[in-house]
């Protein structure tokens, strides 16, 4: 029998190879991960930094070990002033949150430019089920193309 979510995935990696070899986005892989500690940076595909681990204030620890001074920070991903979302409408009514710096917000994306960015989400959560970290319906989701967007007003943004 044809594992119709498998076929699926497959085109979502062609989508994804495409996306990258045809060079349009600056940073297509924009999430930057430290080992254990997972993800360390975020990006917009315009490679500007949007969110990254910072030393959660108050939570440091100081120890003087042998004289000399230690510090011992506590770190979480806190995002800048340039991040915002947009939340791409697809061609099937669905919808998908997509992290962006507010420049490129600003400035626009043309239809091309949102499937790009959602060919690299793609790229991600392929990345991310072969690492075992959850499945994904490739049947619903490799065949949508985006349409259009909009940002996400401060008060709404989650992340997906
Ligand atoms: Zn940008």
């Known amino acids: 029998m044809v594992d119709l979510n498998k076929e699926a995935r497959k085109r979502a990696r062609n989508k994804a190879k495409k996306a990258r070899r045809e060079n349009r986005l600056k940073q297509f892989s924009y999430i930057e991960e430290m080992g254990a500690f997972g993800i360390s940076k975020v990006r917009c595909k315009c490679g500007q930094v949007l969110s990254s681990l910072k030393a959660v204030p108050g939570l440091s620890e100081i120890e003087n070990i042998k004289g000399r001074t230690i510090v011992r920070e506590r770190v979480a991903m806190a995002s800048n002033a340039a991040y915002t979302e947009i939340v791409i409408t697809f061609n099937d009514g ?60 401060a008060e709404e943004r989650f992340r997906d």
Do not use: I, Q
């Not at 490739?138 to 996400?152: F, G, M, P, T």
């Open 94 to 153: 669905s919808k998908h949150v997509t992290p962006v710096c507010k420049s490129c917000a600003k400035a626009g994306f043309s239809e091309e430019a949102l499937n790009d960015m959602y060919a690299a989400d793609m790229e991600r959560w392929d990345e991310e089920e072969t690492r075992g970290l959850g499945k994904v319906r490739w049947d619903l989701n490799a065949d949508r193309v985006a349409v259009s967007y909009k940002e996400v007003p």
